[in-house]
């Protein structure tokens, strides 16, 4: 495939985020005497990510970073499953910053940068992509982030950051994700598509299906380094 550019989302794609915010959960709790099914609350906060955004989106809150979101989003998920004992909030947001990556990611993202820039395209913010990278070893070119656009994945603005600051035709971006609607949203937006299962994301034994147009379809980076 001639792409000259992959983008890649991060959250899930490229980074266990389920078991890294678990584990700090459980630590942060531990400190306070709390215990609780620390993967549920985990999701609890999880699921509260795709509603906040749009309503950035849609324009019913002014754009703010993903920090400044997930922070919102942990208050009501200490309210809701009573944990308000719990420690260092900020310290807890701070944990979206150093996500375990997936054992293949460092490795495929080495194969690939050998041929072709490499950027996340992501919904974190620069700082918080940036010190991501740096603590997973995620090798990266650039950091672009929907923060740039001042909205949020799966708006269009956000898929344009990269042909625009590269200027380079959409076709000659690749977009991979483990996640269909990204990929559907960037098939709109002109961008190419790769999909990479990632079951273990919500704990689940299963992936979604890639959506039918999809250009690649590999197990893992490293795989789709050797199909590219």
């Known amino acids: 495939m001639d792409a000259e550019i992959i ?25 306070a005497g709390l215990d ?6 985990a999701d609890s906060w999880r699921s509260r990510y795709q509603p906040a955004l ?14 400044i979101l997930h922070a919102e989003m942990l208050d ?29 990611s460092v490795p495929g993202l080495t194969a690939l940068r050998a041929r072709h820039i490499l950027t996340p395209l992501s919904n974190g913010g620069v700082g918080l992509l940036t010190r991501l990278a740096r603590a997973a070893g995620l090798p990266f070119d650039c950091i672009l982030s929907a923060e740039l656009a001042g909205t949020y994945k799966p708006d269009p603005r956000v898929y344009a950051l990269v042909p625009a600051f590269f200027d380079v035709p ?7 994700a483990c996640h269909p609607g990204d990929l559907q949203a960037a098939r709109r937006a002109g961008l190419r598509t790769g999909f990479i299962p990632r079951p273990a994301e919500w704990g689940l034994a299963t992936a979604p299906a890639p959506p039918a147009d999809t250009d690649v379809v590999a197990d893992d980076l490293i795989a789709l380094a050797a199909l590219l």
Request: proline fraction near 6%.
């Open 54 to 67: 749009a309503r950035v989106i849609s324009g019913q809150r002014p754009f703010a970073t993903l920090d």
């Open 36 to 41: 609780a099914d620390w993967p549920a609350v």
């Open 170 to 176: 959409p076709e000659q971006v690749l977009m991979v």
């Open 7 to 31: 983008a890649f989302d991060v959250f899930g794609t490229l980074v266990d985020w389920r078991s890294s915010i678990s584990a700090a959960l459980e630590q942060a709790g531990r400190s």
């Open 76 to 104: 009501e998920v200490i309210a809701e499953h009573q944990l308000e004992g719990i420690g260092d909030r900020a310290g807890l947001v701070r944990a979206w910053h150093r996500l375990t990556p997936w054992p293949d």
